[in-house]
T-cell receptor, first 112, second 114 residues
Framework: SQKIEQNSEALNIQEGKTATLTCNYT??????LQWYRQDPGRGPVFLLL?????KEKRKERLKVTFDTTLKQSLFHITASQPADSATYLC???????????FGQGTELSVKP | EADIYQTPRYLVIGTGKKITLECSQT?????MYWYQQDPGMELHLIHY???????EKGDLSSESTVSRIRTEHFPLTLESARPSHTSQYLC?????????????FGSGTQLSVL
């Protein structure tokens, strides 16, 4: 069956450390993979997109990797800050005109 | 900041009532979507539209209906609300960028049916 899995347990880290979030999927062949941030009671906000033929993408303190052999994406936040505390969602993009398939998200808490 | 608006933010109603959740965007996007999300769970696509007078059902079966008479407006209607419809409803729009689509979401409507 088709499945997307993100760390189900909340991730608690100390300010200044690097947060690493995992997204694994089975029985999908996404053309792209997207990451979103969602704050409580709000809609998700787009962060980064990576193509299937890209290994790594960076944007300021964010880094995403995409391994189509392992069927896994890793999302890193370096020099984390309390303001980074939120739920992070990965979404598979099958290149079907914006119809994304979302994981359940990982809640990140950065303590000062 | 995305220019996509949903009203109401919160709605508590009784079983059997007809409700309409409003969604408007000012970005001129042709594509719009409705997702449903329960606490701690994935977003599930319930409806989408690729333009005026075009609507399709998503992967998750829903008793709701949608319409797209104007580009900027994509309302969702429940003819007879039930407690099983209690959920958060998120509206989104998208545009194809240099690489691919990214979604812009509204703040959502939290619906509670008693």
């Amino acid at each position: 069956s088709q499945k997307i899995e993100q760390n189900s347990e909340a991730l608690n880290i100390q300010e200044g450390k690097t947060a690493t979030l995992t997204c694994n999927y089975t029985n999908y062949s996404p053309a792209y993979l997207q990451w979103y941030r969602q704050d409580p009671g709000r809609g998700p906000v787009f962060l980064l997109l990576i193509r299937e033929n890209e290994k790594e993408k960076r944007k300021e303190r964010l880094k995403v990797t995409f391994d189509t052999t392992l069927k896994q994406s890793l999302f890193h936040i370096t020099a984390s800050q309390p303001a980074d505390s939120a739920t992070y969602l990965c979404a598979l993009d099958m290149d079907q005109g914006g119809k994304l398939i979302f994981g359940q998200g990982t809640e990140l808490s950065v303590k000062p | 900041e995305a220019d996509i608006y949903q009203t109401p933010r919160y709605l508590v109603i009784g079983t059997g009532k007809k409700i309409t959740l409003e969604c408007s965007q000012t970005m001129g996007h042709d594509k719009m979507y409705w997702y449903q999300q329960d606490p701690g769970m994935e977003l599930h696509l319930i409806h989408y539209s690729y333009g005026v007078n075009s609507t399709e059902k998503g992967d998750l079966s829903s008793e709701s209906t949608v319409s797209r008479i104007r580009t900027e407006h994509f309302p969702l209607t429940l003819e007879s609300a039930r407690p099983s419809h209690t959920s958060q409803y998120l509206c989104a729009s998208s545009v194809r960028g240099r690489t691919n689509e990214k979604l812009f979401f509204g703040s959502g409507t939290q619906l509670s049916v008693l």
